[in-house]
């Protein structure tokens, strides 16, 4: 697993929980307490051993703790690189759903051996979508529920989300609801700064 994945498990854990409690973990999980380097790749078996271990000291299950980490990754002020990649999607939540097929290609051009849930996103009409992700760790599907959460209140969409298991192909489905897609102003963004010239 890359370890830009694994650092942002760490982030979270210590923004949300503090470092007792990650050091706690690491050490249940068997993982480097002082953390992972950010461009180093790491065994998928590590990144397992954290969600377990920090599933069963905060008395969650892994799958609520992978839809805090999605949430995280998208509305913590240290992660703002990552909403402003999502946000490049489009103007609109719908836009935005729409892009969620490229976003693998995209993460690529900023970490070019960065592997993000591969998704591809289904228009069944009526403000109706699935999504599909493919993913060699378990949890992708919770993963992703908390990064549309997030995503649906930082544009002011009012949404609906379901985990509906695996698919006949054994990936991750979503499906999406969109109820109103200006449900309130959402948070401010902006594609391109507006360049400032002194006089």
């Known amino acids: 697993m890359h370890g830009l994945i694994n650092r942002s498990i760490q982030l979270f854990v210590t923004d949300t929980y503090g470092p007792k409690i990650w050091a706690k973990g690491a050490e249940l999980a068997n993982v480097p307490k002082d ?6 790749s790491y065994e998928d078996i590590l990144t397992e051993q954290m969600i377990n271990a920090f599933s069963e000291i905060l008395d969650k299950s892994p799958d609520m703790l ?18 402003r990649l999502l946000r490049f999607g489009g103007e609109t939540f719908v ?4 892009s969620l097929d490229s976003l693998n290609e ?9 592997e993000v849930p591969g998704l591809e996103v289904f228009d069944d009409g009526g403000g109706s979508f699935r999504l599909i992700c493919r993913w060699r760790m378990p949890g992708a599907g ?3 529920i908390g990064v549309l959460r997030a995503m649906a209140d930082d544009y002011g969409a009012l949404v609906l989300l379901d985990y509906t298991g695996w698919d006949r192909d054994g990936n991750d489905a979503i499906h999406v609801d969109l109820l109103d897609d200006g449900f309130s102003d959402g948070r401010q963004f902006q594609l391109a ?3 400032e010239f002194s006089q």
């Open 193 to 195: 700064r507006k360049a």
């Open 142 to 144: 919770h993963l992703m």
């Open 106 to 114: 995209r993460a690529r051009l900023a970490v070019y051996d960065l």
């Open 95 to 98: 836009e935005f759903l729409h």
């Open 35 to 40: 953390g992972f380097e950010a461009m180093l």
């Open 66 to 83: 992978l839809e805090d980490i999605g949430t995280y990754l998208v509305s913590h002020p240290r992660l703002q690189a990552l909403r």
